[in-house]
């Protein structure tokens, strides 16, 4: 069993920047690509950012030059540096990867985190 858990959620002020990260454990045996969605209230979840095993990294266009993804491979671990943070990056972000489980012969395990509220407030 694999398991993403995602931390670094919170209250910032507009211009404001956090970080977050997400945590893959479990009998992983190799993580490919990761990434980050968010979904604000109302609205569908959208995708944010993505970056391949190899650190091949994409973007939506709506966070690009303010959002950055980086990654661990040691840890198992996605982060995503949010900056110039505005009333529209309020959202819970969540986590996805795509998973080998040790012992696993089939395809990656698409797999999410259970999601962290960044809420973007005067």
């Known amino acids: 069993q694999v398991q993403l858990v995602e931390s670094g959620g919170g209250l910032v002020q507009p211009g404001g920047s956090l970080r977050l990260s997400c945590a893959a454990s479990g009998s992983i045996f190799s993580i490919n690509a990761m990434g980050w969605y968010r979904q604000a209230p109302g609205k569908q979840r959208e995708w944010v950012a993505r970056i391949t095993r190899s650190g091949s990294i994409n973007y939506a266009a709506s966070v690009t030059g303010r959002f950055t993804i980086s990654r661990d491979n040691a840890k198992n671990t996605v982060y995503l540096q949010m900056n110039s943070l505005s009333f529209e990056d309020t959202a819970v972000y969540y986590c996805?990867?795509?998973?080998?489980?040790?012992?696993?012969?089939?395809?990656?395990?698409?797999?999410w985190g259970q999601g962290t509220q960044v809420t973007v407030s005067s």
């Open positions: 996805n990867a795509d998973i080998k489980p040790r012992q696993w012969v089939g395809s990656d395990l698409n797999c």
